[in-house]
């Protein structure tokens, strides 16, 4: 079933946040193709169309900053709007700061108002057939990986699935605030040229991971009840030996037999151990550390996609390539291409 919300307003800062990125204003008031081409050389390729009566406004405004993990964008079209992106390939939030946007993620929809952000999934279909005419939000991209690494580290185990967030995020509540305030501090340090977030790349991505991990503790999505709980199960020693190994040589011919004996448990055992533990399999588990290490390499351009695959233990490359995609959001080649341009 389709499900629907809406969030009733509150009083949001919208004008201090939008304002923040003053220094990273790239077009106002200019003709709106030139404005959707911006757009989506900042953010993602897709289809925007005015239905409003006016195509050049003097109100529209797109400020934006690439970051590390994050780019930061204020929009607002200055006349009614139509988008669809389709699939983003990235996690994205957008803050309502003022009018209003419909939107659509998959099979959920929330009409986003001051108070209120929209959380959209790499992989479901995102449309926002309204746009208001008065509507300025504050959009924030969200590297897949980054966020998917972060969730890993903090469940201290392996995510091997996208993390499906729930669309409408209430501002309101305390949770909400909470993480509204961390943007803020990210948004307030780059506003200042001499901050440490200019000065220091490895403090701003401290920043940038303190966004990401605060939306994955504020806003519900398939891991939330785990992610709250207070009692971990510790990972057992037979599993913790197999994966020290795994993790030491992933390139290895590794076989559920191999493993097993290593363990010193039957295959059987160690398949339940992998589950209950890991919520994987042992082989599932040697092929995610193995796509890992092709990722590391791809994005340091240490070879081609062929020799990076070969070297870390992939020899099938139609399979490779179909588990990168899955796992990455885009094929190995893209990957090659995307980080040395």
Not at 204 to 224: G, M, T, Y
Request: charged letters at 25%.
């Amino acid at each position: 079933m389709k499900r629907s919300m809406e969030i009733e307003p509150i009083a949001t800062d919208g004008a201090g946040i939008s304002s923040a990125l003053d220094g990273f204003e790239l077009c106002r008031a200019v003709g709106f193709d030139a404005f959707r081409d911006s757009l989506n050389g900042v953010f993602y390729p897709a289809r925007v169309e005015p239905t409003g009566l006016h195509t050049t406004s003097v109100q529209s405004l797109l400020s934006a900053v690439e970051l590390t993990h994050l780019t930061l964008g204020f929009v607002r079209f200055g006349t009614e709007t139509a988008l669809d992106p389709g699939a983003l390939g990235a996690y994205h939030v957008n803050v309502a700061l003022s009018g209003s946007v419909e939107s659509h993620c998959g099979r959920e929809s929330v009409v986003a108002r001051p108070g209120t952000a929209a959380v959209f999934t790499p992989e479901d279909h995102t449309r926002l057939p309204r746009w208001g005419a008065d509507a300025g939000q504050l959009c924030i991209k969200i590297d897949r990986r980054a966020l998917e690494a972060e969730l890993e580290s903090m469940l201290g185990r392996p995510v091997a699935s996208l993390v499906r967030f729930s669309i409408g995020f209430d501002l309101a509540n305390s949770a909400g605030r909470s993480w509204l305030n961390v943007v803020r501090l990210l948004l307030t340090d780059l506003a200042d040229g001499s901050s440490l977030s200019r000065g220091s790349t490895t403090h701003r991505e401290e920043l940038e991971r303190l966004v990401i991990s605060s939306l994955l503790r504020a806003q519900p999505h398939d891991f939330h009840d785990e992610l709250h709980s207070d009692h971990a199960p510790a990972r057992s020693r037979i599993v913790k030996r197999v994966v020290d190994a795994v993790d030491a040589e992933p390139e290895k011919a590794w076989t559920l037999a191999g493993m097993a004996e290593l363990s010193g448990v039957s295959g059987r055992r160690l398949q339940q151990g992998f589950r209950e533990q890991l919520t994987m399999s042992p082989m599932a588990y040697v092929r995610l550390v193995r796509l890992e290490r092709v990722h590391k390499d791809l994005l340091t351009y240490s070879g081609s996609v062929t020799d990076v695959a070969f070297r870390w233990g992939f020899t099938h490359l139609g399979r490779f390539a179909e588990a990168y995609r899955e796992r990455f959001g885009l094929a190995p080649s893209e990957t090659l291409r995307r980080f040395r341009a």
